[in-house]
């Protein structure tokens, strides 16, 4: 049994905050040891880098991580007022970040977390548990197994990987699992790659967050360009006012101008909008897959049966937890965020630039030395910013150096909104994950311009 403080800290997750955490504990003096699935940093990232971020690079940058990028020369700050994509986030950031020569050495990539356990102990046993090393188990690329021993784990993986099903009810509705082949990603490259799957065809998008939005405005766009495209939109609530939000009063012009240009979208009547909707059964049939249910359109509620050829599901994300199942977590039954974070992003009450500032004290569970941080930290709710992730790595990096005055002492400012929130409560009616999220993805967003880049994002790395 290894001791607590001969092994290093592992970080899962190359992605914007794993990165920073390793940065963050570099400073501290703390050993760093970054674990990631993907073939290189911000893998989860390059999925959406056709998304244009509706933060600009002042809020994408990490205090800890400049120094690095500067010390090892060569790297050019970014204009901060502008708006980065998701391939200039990895690519102009990511990317040289972990090449750094401090970095570059203590990143595996093609390495897959599967389990996360105290070192001889499962969850049951108690005796000596907070002086035993955590075992994190890992499964290479080509298939090897292999176990890391470490002093803490901070898990940065995000939620990309776990997206919420279409389905109302919280399961898979019938058939969904059948019907892989209608069903695309969040983020389709509408106007780019996949430009061709929905040109002249109809689309459904359940969902009622900025992925949703920014696939909507991408697609009214193509349906400007090639008749007979087709857009349909169903929401779980009975209203879509709170995605419209923001407009002029939102800081952040880019995500403000994104729910006017769908409202406006919507008033037109260049996209049919079916409220209350529940999707319970999808039944694929040739070239089309039949959405049923049951929903509103136009101001009555009936029956649903779409004949669409495929189905964007934009409906959010939940977190890997088993993973964790031998670990003692201390877990909110609604959000599944840890239960001190909770309160502070319930998407019900807050935006994502209304969250609090919150820190290690906040993040850490009954197993002492085990954090969740960025998207995966905020559980079920969309409201995670990249700045908030970046404070929440620092403050953790202060307390495992043992400097507690820096990891209570947390400071943030976000740009305010009024747009960044489920479809849960309120406007939105019932109806559970139907918000949107990606550590790139909750609230890094996207912008409402139309062209080659769709728009928006929320981000959740890995």
């Not at 908030?388 to 307390?399: C, K, L, M, P």
Request: glycine share 14%.
């Amino acid at each position: 049994m290894g001791t607590t403080t001969e092994h290093p800290v592992v970080v899962i997750g190359a992605g914007p905050t794993g990165l920073a955490a390793a940065a963050h504990l570099l400073e501290r003096g703390l050993d760093p040891l970054v674990l990631e699935a993907g073939d290189g940093p911000g893998a989860a990232i390059a999925q959406w880098g056709h998304v244009r971020l509706f933060s600009p690079w002042r809020y994408c940058l990490d205090t800890a991580s400049r120094p690095l990028l500067d010390g090892a020369g060569g790297w050019e700050v970014p204009d901060l007022d502008a708006l980065p994509t998701g391939a200039d986030l990895v690519h102009d950031y990511l990317e040289p970040l972990a090449a750094t020569p401090a970095l570059r050495d203590r990143i595996r990539y093609g390495v897959r977390v599967t389990a996360v356990v105290r070192d001889g102990a499962d969850r049951t046993r108690s005796l000596g548990r907070e002086r035993r090393a955590y075992r994190v188990r890992t499964r290479r690329s080509d298939g090897g197994t292999r176990d890391v021993l470490a002093r803490a784990v901070i898990d940065a993986s995000g939620t990309w990987t776990r997206p919420n099903p279409v389905g109302a009810h919280g399961i898979p509705a019938v058939g969904e699992s059948d019907a892989g082949a209608y069903l695309t990603g969040p983020l389709p490259d509408v106007l780019g790659a996949e430009r061709d799957r929905f040109a002249g065809r109809h689309t459904l998008v359940v969902g009622m967050g900025h992925s949703a939005a920014n696939t909507l405005l991408a697609l009214v766009t193509l349906a400007g360009q090639v008749p007979g495209t087709r857009v349909t939109w169903a929401v779980r609530g009975g209203s879509a006012r709170r995605l419209f939000g923001g407009g002029t009063d939102d800081a952040l012009p880019a995500r403000g101008l994104l729910g006017s240009r769908l409202r406006e979208a919507v008033d037109a009547g260049r996209l049919e909008l079916v409220t209350r909707a529940a999707v319970d059964e999808l039944v694929p049939d040739g070239d089309v897959v039949h959405v049923r249910g049951s929903g509103r359109r136009d101001g009555v509620d009936g029956p649903l049966d779409l004949a669409v050829h495929q189905v964007v599901g934009a409906t959010g994300f939940r977190p890997d937890l088993d993973m964790l199942r031998e670990v003692r977590l201390d877990l909110d039954p609604v959000v599944e965020a840890p239960v001190r974070l909770a309160p502070l992003i319930d998407p019900n009450l807050h935006s994502c630039g209304t969250v609090e500032p919150h820190g290690e004290s906040v993040l850490r569970h009954p197993d002492a030395g085990f954090y969740l941080a960025g998207m995966k930290s905020y559980g079920r709710a969309p409201t995670f910013l990249l700045a908030t992730g970046y404070e929440q790595v620092r403050s953790i990096a202060a307390a495992l150096a043992g400097d507690r005055a820096a990891a209570d002492t947390v400071r943030l400012e976000l740009p305010a909104t009024g747009v960044c929130s489920t479809d849960l409560g309120g406007d939105g009616g019932g109806g559970g994950g139907g918000g949107d999220g990606a550590d790139g993805a909750a609230c890094c967003g996207t912008t409402a311009e139309p062209g080659p880049q769709p728009v928006e994002l929320t981000l959740a790395p890995r």
